[in-house]
Nanobody
């Protein structure tokens, strides 16, 4: 069974940066997709970005475009989310997830395995 573990969250001031990591272990497919999602208190989980392990194709939600960059290190089986110019609205629990079958998108129901999440708090 695939397992996902997020790390790198924490407290940061507005305008600051964080890099989140998603480490995967267990069986994996050549064309699996890793997505990043976030959930703020009282809100539904929403897609942030995703990347294909094979080929490295990416996509981003409009609200993070230009501030966040997703990348992968296939040798380490790890996906990163570099977060710059953070603002108060970025405060949320951030999750990584895996979609079987090489599909993937920004909708949570497309994903099969989830990590436990890492808290990102942006505060002055």
């Amino acid at each position: 069974q695939l397992q996902l573990v997020e790390s790198g969250g924490g407290l940061v001031q507005p305008g600051g940066s964080l890099r989140l990591s998603c480490a995967a272990s267990g069986f994996t497919l050549d064309y699996y997709v890793i997505g990043w999602f976030r959930q703020a208190p009282g809100k539904e989980r929403e897609g942030v970005s995703y990347i294909r392990l094979s080929g490295g194709g990416t996509n981003y939600a409009d609200y993070v475009k230009g501030r966040l960059t997703i990348s992968r290190d296939n040798a380490k089986n790890t996906v990163y989310l570099q977060m710059n110019s953070l603002n108060l609205e970025d405060t949320a629990v951030y999750y990584c997830a895996e979609a079987d079958g090489g599909g993937g998108g920004l909708m949570p129901y497309d994903y099969d395995y989830w990590g436990q999440g890492t808290q990102v708090t942006v505060s002055s």
